[in-house]
Every structure is written in C-alpha cells, then in structure tokens.
C-alpha cells in the first residue's frame, strides 16, 4: 500500500481550474458502454466513458486504480464529461452515492424511476422538475453558491416531508421541509421546531438571513455524516417521540439544525481555503453551537460539559479560539467582528488570518500574539514555542462574599482603567503583574471565571478559599470548578489521614464541605 503523502500549509495554490456550470446526472437506468476502467472497487464505482470537448486525444489521460488524471487539458473554456456506471446497492462504505432505507443518498439534476423514486432532493432551489417517459421524473436544482466540487448531493426515494414555513426578518418567505420515511414523519414535530428557533436565533444574534427559498432536512438512519449542502441537510436522526424522549434527548436535538445552519454559512458561503483552516469552520461551526444551547438552555451546564470534552480528548479546540475573540471584545464588539467577517469573506475560501482581520479591524483591537502557538514543551522542528495571548477573566469577592467593583489597575508601569465586577486579564508574557489599586480589603480571587481561555490553572487557593469560592461566587462555572478542586483536596487528605493513622478524620472533613455547599 503506497504510503500517505506529507502535505504542508507552504505547499497550498489555487485550483488551476473553476467549473462555471456542473452538470450532474443521475439516471437509474442501465448504461449500455463499454466499461473501461476500475476506478474503486470498494464504493463499487466504474469508469464508462471520458469525453472532453475539445476531444482529448488516447494518452492525454491517466487512470489507475482510484485516480483519473487529466494532466494536459485544453487551454480557455471547454467542456468535461465523465459517465460512470455505479452500484450503489453494494455500496457499504456509507460514502459516496449508496442506497439506504429504499431510497439513494449521498454525500445534482436527478433522474428516476417515478413509482420507485418520487421524491428528488439535491443543492440548492428547484428551478425545473417534470415527467419523462416510460413512467419516469426529473428534476433540476440550481445552487448559486460557488463551492469544492465534493459538497454535491442528492437523495432520491420514497419519503414522507413535514412542511411548514419561516418568514425572515426581511419578509421572504422561506419554505421548510423535513424529509424521513413514512413511518417516522410524526416524529419530526419537535425537528421542525428546533429548526425554526435556530433560524430566529441567527437572525437575532448574527443577523444571518438565510438567503435561499428551501430548506430542505432529511433523516436516514445509516448516515454516517453531515452533508453540508446548500438547502440540503441529512442527518442520521432528529426523530422525538415525545411519550419516550428525555429532556435532555429533546436539547439535544434541538441543536441539530443550528448545526446545519451553521455548515451552510461556514462551507457554503464561506468555506476554508485549505483544509489547515478547518478549525475556522469547524470552530466557528462549533461555538454557534454552544451559544445557541447556552442561550436555549443553561450556560453552566452547557459550559461544564464543554470543558469537560475538551480536557478529555481536546475536542473543541477551535471553539475556545473563537470564544476568546468574544470574551475580549465582549458580545458587541465580537458581533462587529463577525458581521465585517461576512460582509468581506462572504462567497470567498478564507484562513483564519481573515476572521482575525476582521475581529481586529471592526474594534480596532490589539491582538498581540493570539495567532501563535501556546507555550508547550520543545517538539520536533521546533525547539522554541512563543507564548500565545491569554485572556483571564477574572472577579474578585470581599469577606461577605459579595462582588467587588473596580474602576483601574496596574499594568506594563501604567494605570489602566477597567470597570465593572469582571476585568479580563491579558496575557501576553510569561510572567506578567496586575495590580488592583482601589479596592478597600484583601480579595479572595476568581480566576479564569467561565474558562476564559483553554489553559491548565495552577493557583495558590487554600481549601477555605476553595469552599468560599464555592459558597459564593457569582460565576457558576467556577462554583462548580471550586467544587471540584475542594473536593478532591478533601479527598486526598482522608486517603492521606488513612495511610498515618487508624482513624481519619471524616466528620470534620464532611462538615466543612456541607458548611461550603450551604454558604456558612
């Protein structure tokens, strides 16, 4: 098996090529040519015909056994065809073009079988559908967005839709319609809820208007991933049942169609450049994700559980970096930032570069350092990391445990003026001082409050700091984090107490973690 090749970021260059118009086309029928070449045996796809207008002569082509390459195509406009005879019936891979539940999905003009097909599905607003002959349908869709030649789909089966439709805030109506088979379509009330919240919710918090006049969701439960499609969305399943779903099941899907919302502003309209600015997309993809549950739901719990993935296997890096855009320049100053971002970027391949510039110029901020890497032990190649711009939101509580305000600091020699019970800190240095300069009484500290930026914290908080925290703090992320920390000392100390005496001094420890929980 050839070995993968090494690709870097300096390697990157523009397609020699932009299609102005493709063309696909789907028939059901059998295709009587001559098969050619085994393109890939495992998604049970056949080479049939190459046509290239003007004619490619025998040569100007290449073919092994996944690959077909046109390595001398000619020069100005022409036009490509390619037709493929394909087994989607023995197609196991879930990639690709595969038949799931009786009907074609995958991941274009589509035609088929009326009787056996009736429903047609691809990108974008249908322009053109009608009947053919010997019992067969058509239809045409029209997508305006320019986009990487993998994000076509289509769907073609028999399926049952749940209609209804979302008047923006420019009074366009937009028709929703959730596709599944007919025994699961009165399971798709809660689907077509959730998706209209989260079209409200774009509006009201990104100002994005969706711009298209379909909106089409399908369910189909051997789906393995999330096509990101102009106004075709599949999933594996959004299906509520009410008598049996949780609330927590019910939150749950109730995020599914911001996430669609998402990938069709993030790939459609503005897609990645390369694939090493997919923690743009997919961190901004995330992050709209957990401010939609945040603000539908409970920012705490929504919070914790992030972090918690995050710490465990490091899964949404790309969120926080974008999270950090917002907790330095606030809700405003971050809304500034992203509405610049799309009005410059908007039908464009971007880097992460470009949503700093925007971030930065639409606040006239100074971001020093937020694009470098994180001070980490020496790796390959790279014996020397430079420190990356931390921001540290930061409160401070008084001896009754109420928030203190303050009005300035000490930073870098000059007096720096803050207001407010929360400041963030920004941290640039590997060692950096911060002086509170009017407050009236020694402070017990919040550090990193709601987990302003993806950093280990080791503070010089004692136990009783730890449980005042607890008792007190108006930040219920660090409540929880407080919590967490006391216990496990508490902990500790009884394993500790068991290993020097026979008798470990439980009730004391219990009692002031009981006095913590009930702020005494």
């Avoid at 239809?139 to 209804?164: C, H, I, M, N, Q």
């Avoid at 309209?269 to 743009?280: A, I, K, P, Y």
């Avoid at 709209?288 to 919070?303: A, H, L, N, Y």
């Avoid at 004692?462 to 496990?488: M, P, T």
């Amino acid at each position: 098996m050839e070995a993968p090749k090494e690709i870097f970021l300096e390697d990157y260059k523009e397609p020699d090529y932009y299609f102005d118009t493709i063309v696909p086309v789907l028939t059901d029928q059998p295709l009587q040519v001559d098969l050619k070449f085994l393109l890939d045996e495992e998604k049970a796809f056949v080479f049939s015909k190459i046509v290239v207008s003007p004619e490619l002569k025998e040569g100007e082509f290449q073919v092994d056994s996944r690959h077909l390459t046109l390595p001398f195509l000619p020069s100005g406009t022409f036009t490509l065809e390619v037709v493929t005879k394909i087994y989607p019936q023995k197609n196991t891979s879930l990639e690709e073009l595969y038949k799931t539940i009786g009907a074609f999905c995958t991941q274009c003009e589509a035609e088929a079988d009326k009787s056996r097909y009736p429903v047609l599905l691809s990108n974008g607003n249908i322009i053109d559908q009608g009947d053919l002959e010997g019992g067969r349908h058509f239809t045409v869709w029209e997508d305006p967005f320019e986009k990487p030649s993998y994000l076509l789909a289509l769907v073609a089966g028999w399926l049952e839709s749940r209609d209804d439709t979302f008047t923006t805030r420019s009074g366009r109506k937009v028709s929703l319609r959730i596709w599944t088979p007919t025994q699961d379509a009165p399971k798709t009330a809660h689907a077509m809820y959730s998706l209209k919240a989260a079209m409200k919710w774009d509006e009201d918090v990104f100002g994005l208007e969706y711009v298209l006049d379909l909106f089409n969701l399908v369910a189909v439960p051997d789906f393995n991933l999330v096509p990101q499609l102009a106004s075709l969305f599949t999933f594996d399943s959004f299906l509520a049942d009410f008598e049996f779903q949780t609330r927590w099941h019910l939150q749950k899907l109730l995020l599914i169609p911001i996430m669609q919302r998402s990938w069709d502003l993030l790939t459609m309209r503005v897609t990645c450049r390369d694939w090493f600015q997919l923690s743009l997309k997919e961190g901004l993809t995330v992050f709209r994700d957990q401010e939609f549950s945040s603000d539908t739901g409970s920012f705490t719990v929504k919070r914790i559980s992030d972090v918690s993935k995050l710490r465990n296997s490091q899964f949404p890096q790309g969120a926080e970096g974008v999270r950090m855009y917002k907790t330095v320049l606030g809700s405003e100053g971050f809304r500034k930032g992203t509405d610049l971002y799309f009005k410059r970027r908007d039908g464009q391949a971007v880097t992460c570069e470009d949503i700093f510039a925007a971030m930065r110029d639409a606040n006239d901020a100074d971001f020093a350092n937020f694009l470098l890497c994180q001070e980490v032990p020496p790796t390959a190649g790279q014996p020397v990391k430079e420190l990356m711009f931390i921001p540290e939101s930061v409160g401070l509580l008084d001896s009754k445990g109420k928030d203190m305000s303050f009005s300035s600091l000490y930073h870098d020699g000059k007096l720096q003026s803050v207001t407010g019970y929360t400041t963030v800190l920004r941290v640039t240095k590997k060692e950096e001082e911060f002086v509170f300069s009017d407050i009236s009484e020694w402070p017990v500290p919040s550090p990193l409050q709601g987990y302003s930026a993806p950093v280990l914290l080791d503070s010089d908080l004692s136990d009783g700091d730890l449980c005042f925290l607890l008792a007190n703090d108006s930040d219920e992320f660090n409540r929880y984090i407080s919590c967490c920390s006391s216990s496990a000392s508490i902990f500790i100390g009884w394993i500790y107490d068991a290993q020097i005496s026979e008798h470990c001094a439980l009730h004391v420890s219990v009692g002031r973690l009981d006095r913590c929980w009930l702020g005494s």
